[in-house]
């Protein structure tokens, strides 16, 4: 039996690799005699640069850019050889860069973003993959196409502050030496979200909150971005407000959209046909994928969905492990996952989950196992 491993990290326990490499061990201990595959996944959260690296043999470049809420810091895209480069948001710009409680979205930028951007474009790269998940910014993306040369004024010609309720007083983009710059390199983003730019599900309302913002802080940044969509469209001709995946990090995507000429993407398909998966699935009986939280959200485009909609294309039979499964059997089974199983089958707190989320991987892994010897076939 072949077996294909394709998880996405367990956010804030496992980095996709590391969970492969578990489930592979947990299913190896029960079904000595099977060749298993690991390809781990992503979808275009932190980790990505990582998961294509690793697969494409490419390197890491290491950078001092600027952190979200401007402090030095190192970051790092990955290069691949065919003049590829993957930058991760998350680097330069994510929430994980800064304190807990300490985020204030308000003034959060993307510079350091768009500095990554510029040394891997100096660095010879001519197509970007700009890979969205995990920011800590609802800046529109500004931050980081000042970085590139682009200019954000006010009514008096003077620079508008950084961060999200700078966006409030913008009422000029100047795109400077941005196209200069930016000429001949394609830039696609690797959405893992579907949401507008503004709105009651934009990207003020449904993820400023989880980066820091208050209810009046929400109510800034919605207004500041819907200024903002109507200098884009009356610089660029290009109207952002309503298309889909435009909110992503902070409304990012709509920014790199309308002044750099980037084409949005499903984050996780991009991933997957950037690592070659279907050739991967040819001769494959099963397909184990997983993550941290099975939900709504998985089923709307996440890995796991990805990896499933590719699996039953081919008519392989897919089993996911999941920290939480928050997925009726029925929606599961209607994305194309056969089984699911829980890390956790009694009482335990989060923390302690994902403390000993290594161990239970690979137990859970070991359960499935145990289930194919008497059950080949899901």
Do not use: W
């Not at 065919?82 to 991760?88: G, H, P, Q």
């Not at 507008?196 to 990207?203: I, V």
């Not at 002044?259 to 998966?277: H, I, M, S, T």
Request: aromatic content about 2%; proline content about 6%; some cysteine.
């Amino acid at each position: 039996m072949r077996i294909c491993v394709a998880p996405d990290k367990f956010k804030g326990s496992l980095s996709a690799p590391h969970a492969a490499r578990l489930i592979a061990a947990g299913l190896q201990r029960k079904l000595a005699g099977a060749r298993i595959d690991c390809v781990p996944v992503a979808d275009g959260g932190d980790g990505t640069a990582e998961v294509i690296r690793a697969a494409a043999g490419g390197r890491l470049v290491h950078e001092t850019v600027t952190g979200p809420q401007g402090a030095r810091i190192d970051a790092a895209y990955a290069l691949l050889a065919d003049r590829t480069a993957v930058v991760e948001l998350a680097q330069a710009s994510g929430l994980a860069r800064v304190p807990p409680g300490r985020n204030d979205p308000l003034t959060a930028s993307t510079r350091g973003t768009g500095e990554l951007i510029a040394a891997a474009v100096a660095a010879g790269a001519r197509r970007i993959i700009l890979a969205v998940g995990g920011s800590a910014t609802v800046d529109g993306g500004a931050g980081a196409l000042a970085a590139l040369g682009a200019s954000f004024v006010d009514e008096t010609g003077d620079p508008v502050p950084e961060g999200g309720a700078g966006l409030a007083r913008v009422a000029r983009i100047e795109p400077g030496k941005l196209r200069e710059r930016l000429a001949g390199v394609q830039i696609e983003v690797a959405c893992d979200v579907r949401n507008p730019l503004c709105g009651p599900r934009g990207a003020a309302a449904v993820y400023g909150p989880q980066k820091g913002a208050s209810p009046e802080a929400v109510r800034v940044l919605e207004a500041a971005l819907r200024r903002y969509a109507d200098v884009l469209r009356a610089t660029t001709g290009v109207d952002v407000r309503d298309v889909p995946g435009a909110g992503a990090a902070g409304g990012a995507a709509a920014g790199f959209m309308a002044l750099a000429g980037a084409v949005l993407r499903p984050g996780a398909e991009l991933v997957l046909d950037l690592l070659d998966f279907d050739r991967r699935l040819e001769g494959i009986a099963l397909v184990v994928t997983g993550e941290g939280k099975l939900d709504d959200q998985t089923l709307a485009g996440k890995a796991p969905a990805a990896v499933a909609a590719r699996a039953r294309r081919h008519k392989i039979p897919v089993a996911a492990i999941a920290g939480s499964i928050e997925c009726s059997q029925s929606d599961l089974e209607s994305a194309g996952i056969g089984l699911a199983l829980p890390l956790v089958r009694g009482p335990m707190t989060l923390a302690e989950a994902m403390r000993r989320a290594p161990e239970l991987v690979e137990a859970a892994a070991q359960t499935l196992g145990a289930a194919l010897v008497f059950r080949p076939r899901l």
